[in-house]
């Protein structure tokens, strides 16, 4: 005979906790979708860093300060100096992109346009990104090959209309642009890459590729001074004010 046990039924509103030892943990190369992606991110320690590419899981290692830790915060505040500049453009770091169902990466820097100022990607009410911003930077070591990989080709499709990746172990810089449905190289004119998206965001290749911290910052003041930046951001205002367009240039 099978004893059963009568279980009471929760009272109105209540929701029991969730035991998180029952949520098997992220392991790299797991195939997911990105709902489930998200529920096992969510139960792992806050240290941890993961990418969901095409469906499989991507964890992060161990980052060196000379190989990753110091450029990522260059670009980071080469990104947050035209930020600073550029009402109805945001800058983010480390923060992870809903893409599409089967990609969420985490980039190391990005930059979008406001959605009220006719920007693709907007904020969730979760507070992630939803869509693909604008522009998305990464630095490469260890990581070139998903970089220039299925990263890449998850990033064209999904519509980012910039690519850059800071290759530090090869001291290149490959800046992409989207036109077409393809990525496309942007060449540095003088040296120096202007975006074609954003502009007066400037970066001087050489300086950067040489660790020329303030020649760096130096030539994006010099790109926010410029005509086409105030035409830009005249640009966007008139989006916002109208509601119905894009701030982007034709």
């Avoid at 059963?4 to 109105?12: D, I, L, Q, Y």
């Avoid at 942007?186 to 050489?206: E, H, K, N, Q, T």
């Amino acid at each position: 005979m099978t004893s059963m046990t009568r279980t009471e039924p929760s009272p109105p509103g209540f929701a029991p906790a969730v035991d998180q030892d029952s949520i098997p943990p992220l392991e790299n190369g797991d195939r997911l979708t990105r709902e489930e992606f998200e529920r096992r991110y969510e139960a792992m320690p806050d240290h941890v860093k993961a990418e969901l590419i095409e469906g499989i899981v991507y964890m992060a290692s161990p980052v060196r300060h000379r190989k990753h830790g110091r450029p990522h915060i260059w670009l980071a505040g080469w990104l947050a100096t035209y930020e600073s500049c550029t009402p109805g453009v945001e800058a983010g770091d480390n923060g992870s992109v809903r893409l599409d169902l089967d990609n969420e990466p985490q980039p190391d820097a990005y930059l979008f346009i406001d959605r009220d100022r006719g920007g693709q990607a907007r904020l969730a009410p979760d507070d992630y990104v939803d869509g693909a911003p604008e522009f998305v930077a990464e630095v490469a070591s260890s990581s070139v090959s998903g970089d220039l990989g299925g990263k890449l080709n998850a990033y064209r499709r999904n519509g980012v209309k910039e690519y850059l990746v800071w290759r530090v172990l090869d001291r290149q810089v490959d800046w992409f642009v989207l036109r077409e449905g393809r990525f496309e190289s942007l060449s540095p004119a003088d040296g120096v890459y202007r975006s074609a998206i954003f502009p007066g965001l400037w970066l001087d290749r050489v300086a950067l590729l040489g660790g020329d911290l303030d020649r760096v910052l130096t030539v994006v003041r010099e790109g926010l001074n410029s005509p086409e930046h105030a035409e830009f951001v005249a640009r966007l205002e008139a989006a916002k004010a109208r509601g119905d367009a894009t701030g982007e240039p034709q």
